[in-house]
């Protein structure tokens, strides 16, 4: 039995304190893990997993079944609304493109439980029929192709908006709430961060 870890919560590089670069390292493990199942996909056709794909199959299965709704909810229930109530500057901007993030979501949540479903079904029964394995290559493509756009809107305008035109306080705001979605102490775990000071 191979067991798989997954790094479910922030990277080391940035923390809680910084909510739009820790959102922004997020996409970094979409992709990552996106382009683990497409390799896998690719490369083993619905056959006989190794162990290597078989752990890099079941850490995306695992990272877009637990790690990836959360950063779909620090996004629409933390960042966003934060957004669309600042209404000012950098904000505007990042406003109107928020809409169509969120179908984005939506449309990325309707494919990955799809796809997971079928992940799941091969790695417990070692191989996949050809024409699930034929979805499961669809249905990567399409996240990948809604990812990419998707992906490049946040980086370069949502994020930086955000950075400029929220608050420090509302900016902690946003983080204490995703590190309660993670079941973590928000104090303790920027407290760990020798790079952040708390605004006065």
Same mark, same amino acid.
């Given at each position: ?6 790094? *479910?919560? /922030?990277?080391?590089? @940035?923390?809680? !304190? ?6 922004? #390292?997020?996409? =970094? +493990?979409? %992709? ?46 933390? *960042?966003? /609304?934060?957004?669309? @109530?600042?209404? !000012? ?6 406003? #109107?493109?928020? =809409? +169509?993030? %969120? ?52 980086? @370069? ?44």
């Amino acid at each position: 039995m191979v067991r798989v870890f997954v790094e *479910l919560g /922030p990277a080391r590089e @940035s923390s809680f !304190a910084q909510p739009p670069s820790l959102l922004s #390292e997020c996409h =970094r +493990r979409i %992709e990552r893990f996106l382009a683990d199942m497409a390799g896998v996909v690719r490369s083993r056709k619905g056959g006989v997993l190794d162990d290597s794909d078989h752990s890099a199959l079941a850490g995306a299965v695992q990272y877009f079944s637990v790690a990836a709704p959360r950063h779909t909810a620090d996004e629409e229930e933390s *960042l966003f /609304p934060r957004l669309r @109530s600042a209404g !000012a500057g950098a904000a505007v901007q990042a406003v #109107e493109e928020i =809409r +169509r993030l %969120e179908a984005d979501h939506e449309r990325a949540d309707a494919c990955h439980a799809e796809a997971n479903a079928l992940a799941s079904r091969w790695l417990s029964e070692g191989t996949l029929p050809s024409a699930e394995t034929n979805r499961l290559a669809e249905l990567v493509e399409t996240l990948t192709a809604i990812y990419r756009e998707h992906i490049a809107i946040e980086d @370069s305008r949502v994020f930086p908006a955000a950075a400029a035109a929220l608050p420090a306080k509302e900016l902690e705001a946003v983080g204490r709430e995703m590190a309660a979605r993670r079941g973590l102490d928000f104090d303790r775990v920027v407290g760990q961060n020798p790079g952040f000071q708390r605004d006065p």
